[in-house]
């Protein structure tokens, strides 16, 4: 009888290591390592940029070579935590918590706004100050939204045909958008008017509605330009920077400056004039003149070469989804992700007005490279959720014999 008991047990023990074996191998299988490589060479390549433009300033601000390095590198260990865990949370859970979302997002843009907690930094309040760490409200924000509309647009498809359907949404856009302006904050404003317009587009907005809503938008745009003198500062150097390039276009021409002396192969790995204080924010905004200056033309192209890799892989994540919520969200964070790209590489190559918007995974920037990480993350979970659940490679075997045994007339089909 011991020796049976014995035998059972160790069958039991091979079965649920057996099992454990199953589980973790459909794990990795279901793993999108595709996107998992390329945000990780995007994320490194950030860390290299970010020393490499920010080398001398920091030595020079802060006495230390390694600051800003320190910072990222910081940002991406514990973004890289958070894709990995937001990887196993099923994206369905942020449906259900969708309105609690979009409460954090008014509620830490409406926090920032507060003195002593919202940390000013050049006529700007758009951080949170928690003494160990700062975290950029918009950031959290522009995720929130996406989630809340995402929720809203599988819930509600076929009002979105009507007007008073994307009411909800505009509204919630709206108020966002002016708490993004009191900080002031015009460049993540017109992301997200953007996003907003991209995610109506897909959750089947009417072509009528996109031109009517359309005019107030570029009304709003020119109000606001109006409204703040450097604005329109900032619109007439960006038509002829050369007429002020000790005022408002000496970015633009630093940046230019640093783009041309590249050429097709660049200066050189570490070897950038441009960042010895010549180019305003050469570790967050413009970056990618100093990636262009050091890899040259060549350099850039293939750094937007990962970023269409990647903005393709959301796509076809988002198409591939097994239901509309995975969709929208998956269109979403591909969105924000392109746009900022997109924004970005126009403002440093003088295609738009300056304006201050860092280039996802490789800006210097922890808290916006760590909501950035986690929202691949997300993406992730989507992906492996598009494939063959786990639950019909792990449990389809054990399934079948219990329904057998049970004489059931037709086998459960899964």
Partial sequence: ????????????????????????????KQTDWYLVALVLVLVIFGCVMVYSASMYSAEH?????????????????????????????????LYKVRYIALIVSVLVLVVVLIPGVGKESYGARRWINLGFFTIQASEIAKFGFIIFTAGYLAQMRKR??????????LCVAIVLCGLIMLEPNMSITMCMVMLTF????????????V????????????????????RMARL?????????????????VQSLYALGSGGWFGVGLFNSRQKYLFLPFSESDFIFS????????????????????????????????????????????????????????????????????????????????????????????????????LFTVVETKTLRKRIQRKKLVEPLQI
């Avoid at 894709?83 to 369905?92: G, I």
């Avoid at 031109?211 to 450097?230: D, E, N, R």
């Fill in 1 to 28: 009888m011991r020796a049976k008991q014995l035998k059972r047990q160790a069958i039991t023990q091979n079965k649920q290591k057996n099992r454990g074996n199953q589980v973790r191998n459909t794990y990795v």
């Fill in 61 to 93: 601000n802060y006495g230390d070579a390694y600051f800003f390095l320190k910072k990222q590198v910081i940002g991406a260990v514990l973004g890289l935590m958070c894709m990995c865990a937001l990887r196993f949370v099923p994206y369905t859970f």
């Fill in 160 to 169: 979105v045909k009507t007007f008073v359907g994307i009411l909800p949404v």
């Fill in 198 to 209: 991209v995610m109506l587009f897909v959750g089947g907005i009417r072509a009528k509605h």
């Fill in 211 to 230: 031109a009517l809503l359309s005019v107030p938008t570029l009304l709003g745009a020119v109000g606001l330009i109006l409204a703040k003198p450097y």
């Fill in 236 to 252: 007439m150097a960006f038509l002829n920077p050369w007429a002020s390039v000790q005022g408002e276009g000496f970015q633009l």
């Fill in 290 to 389: 100093i990636i262009g200056e050091e890899l040259g033309w060549v350099g850039c192209l293939c750094v937007l070469a990962v970023f269409m890799l990647l903005i393709l892989r959301g796509i076809k994540i988002a198409l591939k989804s097994k239901d509309r919520f995975g969709t929208y969200l998956a269109t979403g964070i591909t969105a924000i992700i392109a746009i900022q790209v997109v924004v970005n590489v126009a403002v440093v190559t003088g295609s738009i007005p300056p304006t201050g918007l860092p280039l996802p995974f490789i800006s210097s920037g922890s808290s916006a490279l760590i909501v950035f990480m986690s929202a691949m993350g997300v993406l992730l979970n989507i992906s492996a959720n598009s494939q063959t659940p």
